[in-house]
Antibody, heavy 121, light 109 residues
Framework: QVQLVESGGGVVQPGRSLRLSCAASGFNFGFYGMHWVRQAPGKGLEWVAVIWYDGSQQYYADSVKGRFTISRDTSKNTVFLEMNSLRAEDTAVYYC??????????????WGQGTLVTVSS | DIQMTQSPSFLSASVGDRVTIACRASQGISGHLNWYQQKPGKAPKLLIYAASNLEGGVPSRFSGSGSGTDFTLTISTLQPEDFATYYCQQTYSSPPEITFGQGTKLEVK
């Protein structure tokens, strides 16, 4: 069965860095694009970044552009989110999600359980 | 950016009720609209994709409709397990700049 397991969250000081991982299993990882979505405490969902199935393209939300980098390692079936210059407003649960394409529609059909990042001094 | 606005933000209902949640896009998005359900402490779960297509395993009491800028999610007969927060999501933007609605929290009346 499809599984996405995030790790790497924790408490970090403002201005510091953190790298999140999302380990995928149960499907052909190299065929799927992957996204990161975050949710601040008590708030709604915010899209963060996407990486194409072959790693050829990456796109970011304006709120993280220039600070976050999404990457993937197909040999390890893992997608990463490198977060630099962290701010208090980056505090959130971070989810990875698989994107599925059906004809020309796209949607997130599987999500991980999330990992909490807290940016605080 | 395409803004997604859900209404209402909070909804009180009883088991057995018919419930409708609206989602409006700031510009036309064709049918590139998905609905998710989220329960406290859990990841979102896909319910409806491409505006009206029911994801496998999702009960048939859930349905979606709409195109362009106006969309609705309907729960025909509310069950106890349906009390949750619901989000719409547009995947129309290219390059991708995916946006979600602010959420609709469905509570017990």
């Amino acid at each position: 069965q499809v599984q996405l397991v995030e790790s790497g969250g924790g408490v970090v000081q403002p201005g510091r860095s953190l790298r999140l991982s999302c380990a995928a299993s149960g499907f052909n990882f190299g065929f799927y694009g992957m996204h990161w979505v975050r949710q601040a405490p008590g708030k709604g969902l915010e899209w963060v970044a996407v990486i194409w199935y072959d790693g050829s393209q990456q796109y970011y939300a304006d709120s993280v552009k220039g600070r976050f980098t999404i990457s993937r390692d197909t040999s390890k079936n893992t997608v990463f989110l490198e977060m630099n210059s962290l701010r208090a407003e980056d505090t959130a649960v971070y989810y990875c999600a698989r994107v599925k394409y059906s004809s020309y529609w796209s949607y997130f059909d599987y999500w991980g359980q999330g990992t909490l990042v807290t940016v605080s001094s | 950016d395409i803004q997604m606005t859900q209404s209402p933000s909070f909804l009180s209902a009883s088991v057995g009720d018919r419930v409708t949640i609206a989602c409006r896009a700031s510009q036309g998005i064709s049918g590139h609209l998905n609905w998710y359900q989220q329960k406290p402490g859990k990841a979102p779960k896909l319910l409806i994709y491409a505006a009206s297509n029911l994801e496998g395993g999702v009960p048939s009491r859930f349905s979606g409709s709409g195109s362009g800028t106006d969309f609705t999610l309907t729960i025909s007969t509310l069950q106890p397990e349906d009390f949750a927060t619901y989000y719409c999501q547009q995947t129309y933007s290219s390059p991708p700049e995916i946006t979600f609605g602010q959420g609709t929290k469905l509570e017990v009346k």
